[in-house]
């Protein structure tokens, strides 16, 4: 492990290729309990399986880190933590949450750090949205890079079972302030899952409309392991959310991957 006394990581910037920017315009829904459920799962998660095998005062990169509801975990655990996301507005709530975390605007497939991480986190399925395997696997490698020797890699990915029922339907959030309807389909034929959001907020007495389109891709188990094990990575484990202890729907096709460099 890397002493806590050496500096953080230097971020180098973007080194080819766009930002995904969709989130922010339903940031503000977002950052207001979007996942709830899951993130609060998730935290007993990390804190069974991952938080013992890292050391205080370890460099955390949290990839895609969103709005940083679970950065403030890493960061309440001792880690030194660096969260990275291609929202600019997401990362503006994730900095008021966790004012004294490193934040960085990034895209997952085009950065590079100068250093090393103990650990680099990904949670509520992000690499889903990930939609090319080539791409995947150059997110993979950038982690590889950022990590030190023996660093550790841990996401969570939705599988074939949850894109085939937890993805179909339409789902409503109605609160005093804002109002959200995301609808969900999925073409097995493409490995596409596409969740329609529209989302009316209130504004000085008037309501303001956002719509995004938000894809994620069905991967199979094995296309995951074998881009993590051409990426570089070795001691590859895959576990079902029930496994580690997620229940309901935030578990439903679900799987946990554990990697190390």
């Known amino acids: 492990m890397i002493s806590a006394g050496r500096p953080g990581p230097a971020y180098t910037g973007k080194v080819a290729g766009e ?3 969709e989130y922010d315009r339903i940031a503000w829904c977002y950052s207001r309990g979007w996942g709830e459920g899951f993130h609060e799962q998730a935290r007993a ?6 938080f013992p095998r890292l050391a205080k005062g370890d460099r955390v990169l ?7 509801d679970l950065t403030v975990a890493r960061r309440a655990a001792g880690f030194k933590v660096t969260g990275l996301d291609g929202s600019a507005e997401m990362l503006a709530f994730a900095r008021a949450r966790v004012p004294e975390a490193e934040f960085v605007l990034a895209d997952a497939r085009n950065f590079h750090f100068e250093g ?3 650990a680099v986190l990904s949670t509520f399925d992000s690499m889903n949205h990930i939609l090319v395997l ?3 696997e150059c997110v993979f490698r950038n982690v590889h890079t950022a990590l030190d020797d023996d660093g550790l890699f841990v996401f969570d990915m939705n599988m074939q079972e949850s894109f085939e ?4 339907g ?4 109605v609160e005093p302030e804002h109002v959200s309807v995301t609808r969900g389909s999925y073409n097995p034929e493409e490995k596409i ?5 529209t989302m009316f907020r209130q504004q000085e007495g008037a309501w303001a409309r956002s719509d995004v389109e938000v894809l994620g891709r069905c991967y199979t188990e094995a296309e995951v392991l074998n881009a993590l094990e051409r990426a570089g990575f070795a001691d590859l484990t895959a576990r079902d959310a029930y496994e580690v202890g997620m229940r309901g729907d935030n578990a439903l096709g679900r799987t946990f991957f554990f990697a190390v460099k």
């Open 116 to 118: 090393a991480f103990d």
């Open 193 to 197: 899952g596409r969740a329609q959001i």
């Open 165 to 168: 029922t937890l993805w179909q």
């Open 134 to 136: 080539e791409e995947l």
């Open 19 to 21: 930002r995904y920017d």
């Open 170 to 173: 339409t789902f409503c959030t």
């Open 62 to 68: 949290d990839l895609c880190c969103g709005s940083g």
């Open 45 to 50: 998660v990390l804190g069974e399986w991952v």
